[in-house]
């Protein structure tokens, strides 16, 4: 897989949220995924980033315009330096949530991406990637 | 601070949310949005989120919640306007919006309010003027 662009976004507050979607999706238009594709991509990005400023005081969001065998994607970073998640098998079942939320957020965002990962630490913070490829249904 | 209009059209208060929403200006829309029913004593609130390009976990929460809160207060609510890639994607993201009424576009989602809160008083009159 190459980067083909990488751009770096502080998320601290709210508003901040909306200027990184808003850029996700101008990318994702920009490589020629579907609206659907788009609107997928920016929904498991909010969801993510709500996780980030609720629970770690917010961090850093990466947009990166990717490609692997010819096929441009968008990978988007979140990376924080909160708590961390004590179980993630726990946190990626549906309904699960230590704040008062519904408890779609990991798990509907991996399932509005073609490629999840997450890692975390407790302690230390946690950092999740998603991919969603131009061709991704 | 931002915050949403409020319309009050007879019985009926209008919201035509047309920016992007974060939660905070979600949790305000929904507060200002209950102090209006009770002030107003409305029967109905229509959302149109046809400019809305992205309703998450949490928006989609708000939404489910101002839908009871109105029952309680005696307004039905209805959603309009959702574009297609938005209620393909909440489906996937395991949201089904339990409790809302959904209407195409804002004409149907009227009609369908008043279907919901059946004839009002000064139509009732009407029809007892006809009988007699």
Known sequence: M????????EIKREPDVILYRNR????????????????????????LVRNMLRYAEGGTGTIEVVVRNNIKGIRLTFADKGPGIKDLKLAM????????????GLPGAKRLSNEFDI?????KGTTVTIIRWKNGL | MDRIPILKMGEF??????????DRLALTLESDLMNMVSRTEARGVLIDISAVSIVDSFMGRILGNIASMSKIMDAETVVVGMQPAVAITLVELGLTLSGVHTALDVEMGMELLRKK????????????DDII
């Open chain 1, 119 to 123: 890692k975390s630490e407790p302690g």
């Open chain 1, 24 to 47: 996700a999706k101008e990318l994702a238009a920009k490589i020629g995924m579907s609206l659907v594709g788009q609107t997928k991509l920016i929904t498991a990005a909010s969801e």
């Open chain 2, 13 to 22: 208060l209008l919201v035509t949310i047309q920016v992007d929403l974060y």
């Open chain 1, 2 to 9: 190459m980067t083909l662009s990488k751009e770096n976004f």
């Open chain 2, 117 to 128: 809160i059946g004839p009002t008083p000064t139509d009732e009159e009407d029809l007892y």
């Open chain 1, 93 to 104: 079942q549906d309904g699960f949530s230590t704040g008062r939320s519904l408890g779609l």
